[in-house]
């Protein structure tokens, strides 16, 4: 788990989000992208360094997948979490190398 990262930190992992053995997710405030909703986490699906823009997939169906820039979606990870009063962090998942 990642919590606490400045924005340089972030963007250093945020780049790692191409990379075949790694997966991402996000907790972050759904209210801030979507309009509604509490403390969610969606996976990253991947980045558009180029574009400073990382693909966001939202588990509910309802909420299409958006672009969202790499300073906005740090943003919305962190901010603190009332029901634990922690910051908001990135899950980062590793998948064996086959």
């Known amino acids: 788990m990642l919590r606490c990262l400045t924005l340089d930190q972030f963007r250093v992992e945020v780049l790692q989000l191409n990379d075949a053995h790694r997966r991402y997710i996000a907790n972050f405030p759904r209210g801030a992208l979507f ?3 509490h403390g969610h ?3 990253l699906l991947g980045d558009l360094a180029d ?3 990382a693909p966001v997939r939202d588990v509910n169906a309802t909420y299409r ?3 969202v820039p790499t300073e906005r979606r740090w943003e919305d990870v962190n901010t603190v979490d009332d029901a634990t009063s922690k910051k908001r ?3 980062i998942l590793f998948l064996s190398k086959q």
């Open 41 to 43: 986490f969606s996976p």
């Open 65 to 67: 997948p958006l672009l």
């Open 89 to 91: 962090s990135l899950i």
């Open 51 to 53: 574009y400073d823009l």
């Open 35 to 37: 309009g509604r909703g």
